[in-house]
């Protein structure tokens, strides 16, 4: 009897993993193979659940995810992430989790048509109660406004008169602009511009014969004629509608253009640019301070096995599509500085992974070959062992000019 109790507590366990989230939830689960395209390159506000089955207090935050999902529907993407696929370790590693659940909202980079940086991709940690409401609350406060206000028919006549551009007009009687409005506006950022009138601008109102307020109006790309949005005023109609008259999405990679070759060879780090662009970049930065000194042939020679290390550790990355962006610096030239301040040991070569949106490190303090490290990068993929934050800007060392013999 108790063997049944047990049996029935574990399939009871068992389908309450497998049913976390189902293709009924308004919820995305993420992998590898969608996580650039629905995550890290959405044009929508994504709300981020990292998770494992097993966990007490996933299980717990569920059903108020999903209602927070149902409240988010077409304002923000919901997602999740089973962080115990092995697949899916990776994305895990990468975004610094080290504990379940963590919520993560995701809000997009935001480029209109012309091109014009309006808003900067930033990702933010919620650390609020695990209840709908609250979470709700705050990624609804994410979804920055971007749409253009439109307060004469002087302004009017210059955004209508743009034809490049389709165009969409909202008029509406509310102070704030709607939250369903703002989403639209991220999510079609790059296919359309979108402004807003008020009300109280009549005259703008009378010229386009509006009567109820909310009311959308589209502008073709190379006409200056409304065409009147009948609708209803819910996500899906006017995405529709959007839909009909917007460009199609474009992807940067061309559909049939081959990928770029995988090449092998592990950059130096030579200045303070290309330091910043490698830990602040999409991925983990992971570092190798080298002693390199060109004059001396042991030197030469070490370094030539030390980089064998390195291409082969870039290699298996790459084969796994694993997360890291691996690079060099030489510490006797450039290095002294960036060693102190990551606290690395003082022989060289050393070895840490830096990423940049979380201000977190780690140094590896065991031995430098392909197990000792492939480990560490294991161990830090997984979320396993401490990571440390830092506060002062990643610098390498000024290399001071020789001075001059006088005449």
């Given at each position: 009897m108790k063997f049944t109790k047990i049996f029935g507590s574990l399939v009871a366990l068992t389908t309450s993993a497998l049913?976390?989230?189902?293709?009924?939830?308004?919820?995305?689960?993420?992998?590898?193979?969608?996580?650039?395209?629905?995550?890290?390159?959405?044009?929508?506000?994504?709300?981020?659940?990292?998770?494992?089955?097993?966990?007490?207090h996933c299980r717990n935050l569920a059903p108020q995810y999903k209602k927070a999902a149902e409240k988010l529907r077409g304002l923000a993407k919901v997602v999740a992430v089973n962080c115990d696929e092995d697949a899916n370790k990776p994305i895990c590693g990468q975004m610094g989790i080290q504990g379940f659940p963590t919520v993560k909202v995701f809000h997009p980079l935001s480029v209109d048509p012309t091109g014009n940086v309006r808003t900067k991709q930033t990702?933010?940690?919620?650390?609020?109660?695990r209840s709908a409401k609250p979470i709700v609350d705050f990624v609804l406060g994410k979804v920055i406004d971007v749409v253009k206000k439109i307060r004469s028919a002087e302004e009017m006549d210059t955004f209508i008169n743009d034809t490049t551009f389709t165009r969409a007009i909202l008029f509406t009687n509310k102070m704030k602009t709607p939250v369903l409005f703002q989403s639209l506006a991220l999510q079609y950022s790059k296919r359309i511009l979108l402004g807003e009138v008020k009300d109280s601008v009549s005259d703008v109102v009378a010229k386009y014969n509006i009567e109820k307020f909310p009311s959308v109006v589209v502008?073709?790309?190379?006409?200056?004629?409304?065409?009147?949005?009948?609708?209803?005023?819910?996500?899906?109609?006017?995405?529709?509608?959007?839909?009909?008259?917007?460009?199609?999405?474009?992807e940067k990679i061309v559909l049939g253009e081959k990928p770029k070759p995988f090449d092998p060879k592990v950059a130096?780090?030579?200045?303070?640019?290309?330091?910043k662009k490698c830990i602040e970049g999409f991925g983990t930065c992971a570092i190798a301070v080298l002693a390199y000194e060109e004059?001396?042939?042991?030197?030469?020679?070490?370094?030539?096995?030390?980089?064998?290390?390195?291409?082969?550790?870039?290699?298996?990355?790459h084969e796994k599509n694993g997360p890291f962006k691996f690079a060099w610096i030489n510490g006797v030239v450039r290095g002294k500085q960036f060693a102190r301040d990551f606290d690395l040991p003082d022989m060289f070569p050393s070895f840490l992974i830096i990423n940049g949106k979380q201000?977190?490190?780690?140094?590896?303090?065991?031995?430098?070959?392909v197990e000792g490290i492939t480990d560490f990068l294991k161990q830090v993929r997984n979320g396993r062992g401490r990571n440390f934050s830092y506060t002062k800007e990643p610098v390498l060392d000024i290399k001071k000019e020789a001075k001059k013999d006088e005449l």
């Amino acid at each position: 009897m108790k063997f049944t109790k047990i049996f029935g507590s574990l399939v009871a366990l068992t389908t309450s993993a497998l049913a976390f989230y189902t293709k009924e939830d308004p919820i995305l689960e993420i992998n590898p193979n969608n996580w650039q395209k629905e995550v890290i390159k959405s044009d929508q506000v994504v709300l981020a659940e990292f998770y494992a089955p097993w966990c007490g207090h996933c299980r717990n935050l569920a059903p108020q995810y999903k209602k927070a999902a149902e409240k988010l529907r077409g304002l923000a993407k919901v997602v999740a992430v089973n962080c115990d696929e092995d697949a899916n370790k990776p994305i895990c590693g990468q975004m610094g989790i080290q504990g379940f659940p963590t919520v993560k909202v995701f809000h997009p980079l935001s480029v209109d048509p012309t091109g014009n940086v309006r808003t900067k991709q930033t990702i933010t940690d919620y650390q609020g109660p695990r209840s709908a409401k609250p979470i709700v609350d705050f990624v609804l406060g994410k979804v920055i406004d971007v749409v253009k206000k439109i307060r004469s028919a002087e302004e009017m006549d210059t955004f209508i008169n743009d034809t490049t551009f389709t165009r969409a007009i909202l008029f509406t009687n509310k102070m704030k602009t709607p939250v369903l409005f703002q989403s639209l506006a991220l999510q079609y950022s790059k296919r359309i511009l979108l402004g807003e009138v008020k009300d109280s601008v009549s005259d703008v109102v009378a010229k386009y014969n509006i009567e109820k307020f909310p009311s959308v109006v589209v502008f073709n790309k190379d006409t200056t004629e409304p065409i009147v949005y009948d609708g209803v005023m819910k996500h899906q109609g006017i995405s529709e509608f959007f839909d009909k008259y917007a460009p199609p999405a474009t992807e940067k990679i061309v559909l049939g253009e081959k990928p770029k070759p995988f090449d092998p060879k592990v950059a130096e780090i030579t200045n303070d640019e290309e330091l910043k662009k490698c830990i602040e970049g999409f991925g983990t930065c992971a570092i190798a301070v080298l002693a390199y000194e060109e004059e001396f042939e042991e030197s030469v020679k070490q370094h030539e096995e030390e980089m064998k290390i390195l291409e082969t550790l870039k290699k298996n990355n790459h084969e796994k599509n694993g997360p890291f962006k691996f690079a060099w610096i030489n510490g006797v030239v450039r290095g002294k500085q960036f060693a102190r301040d990551f606290d690395l040991p003082d022989m060289f070569p050393s070895f840490l992974i830096i990423n940049g949106k979380q201000k977190i490190f780690r140094v590896d303090r065991g031995a430098f070959d392909v197990e000792g490290i492939t480990d560490f990068l294991k161990q830090v993929r997984n979320g396993r062992g401490r990571n440390f934050s830092y506060t002062k800007e990643p610098v390498l060392d000024i290399k001071k000019e020789a001075k001059k013999d006088e005449l």
